[in-house]
């Protein structure tokens, strides 16, 4: 949910200068997009723990992907990025495995067990684990503030899952501890997604990027989705989760996202990893019955203030960095 780590992909061209009313016109969008980027990839985590419960893990994560492939392919080709795509169709359909195909069956596997909060606030790692590849990957040494933020985080993450807050009821502990442990691996596929990405993906149109990540995935998960199917065909409600999960959270979230990244920048662009989790525990609360603890809210700023110090937007006695 996380496919933020592309932020740090792209190159935004510098535009000219704009009458002050333009500017203010161009600063209320990228606001609204923000905010409805932040809301579409918070309902990923309730419409997968909706689907999830019929389907299963890697069923869901393959409908996921196999939908959102069926959106993004026809604009692809309505917008002449198909020989984008077939010049770096390798790269892009590998990459999809990790970035995609992995983290959502992780995560589909995860939210049998956890609340669809405690997913999103997991998720919030990844531009932390991101760091941590950069570092390990192309010498990208943090600072300072960066450290800290690292260490920061990593004792919130500690800290959450030291105890039974956001755990489905009559979950017990291990079970619980494997779900926590499969959604750090999904932020994990991510970071190293984004890296691999930095390395073999830079210049080419974002569009075709995003498609043939789905595409990958979809084909990475068919086989084993097959096997696994249900034996019960899923209800209605669990097909109609999936298709929202694939159209809005997946299809549309990445139109969106690269369009913020165009119009605000990589640095504002990365923020939507702080709103994603509190659009997530609203809608957990409000139509799952999830209950909000103040554990986690607590271990949920840790680990936010661990996330923007180690990735930078926030640096100590520095102040947030610009945009």
Not at 71 to 84: E, T
Not at 224 to 238: D, E, V
Not at 310 to 316: A, E, I, K, P
């Amino acid at each position: 949910m996380s496919d933020v780590d592309y932020a740090a992909n792209e190159t935004v061209p510098a535009k000219a200068g704009s009458p002050a009313s333009k500017t203010q016109g161009a600063s209320r969008r990228w606001l609204v997009d923000l905010l409805l980027l932040a809301a579409l990839w918070g309902a990923s985590f309730l419409f997968m723990r909706i689907g999830a419960a019929e389907f299963g893990a890697l069923p869901t994560a393959a409908v996921r992907v196999a939908i959102a492939t069926v959106f993004l392919l026809p604009l692809l080709v309505m917008r002449g990025q198909w020989s984008s795509f077939r010049q770096y169709w390798k790269p892009a359909l590998g990459i999809g495995v990790l970035n995609s195909g992995m983290p959502f069956a992780f995560f589909a596997f995860a939210l049998l067990t956890i609340n669809s909060g405690l997913a999103a606030v997991l998720n919030a790692t990844v531009p932390m684990f991101g760091a941590l590849v950069a570092w390990a990957w192309f010498g990208d040494r943090p600072d300072r503030s960066r450290i800290v933020g690292l260490v920061i985080g990593f004792v919130g993450v500690a800290m959450l899952a030291g105890r039974g807050a956001g755990f489905h009821s009559g979950a017990n502990e291990g079970a619980a501890r494997w779900a926590i442990a499969a959604c750090l691996a999904a932020c994990i596929c991510y970071a190293f997604a984004a890296s691999l990405t930095r390395k073999h993906l830079v210049g080419v149109p974002a569009l075709a990027t995003a498609t043939g990540s789905q595409i990958g995935a979809t084909l990475a998960l068919a086989l084993p989705a097959l096997w696994f199917w249900p034996a019960q065909m899923p209800s209605l409600r669990a097909w109609m989760a999936l298709a929202a999960v694939g159209i809005a959270c997946t299809g549309l979230a990445y139109i969106l996202f690269f369009r913020l990244i165009e119009n605000a920048g990589p640095a504002r662009a990365l923020t939507v990893t702080f709103l994603v989790p509190v659009f997530a525990v609203c809608y957990g609360a409000v139509f799952l019955g999830e209950e909000i603890t103040q554990w986690m809210l607590i271990c949920a700023v840790v680990i936010v203030c661990g996330v923007a110090l180690s990735t930078g937007l926030v640096r100590l006695g520095g102040g947030r960095r610009s945009a």
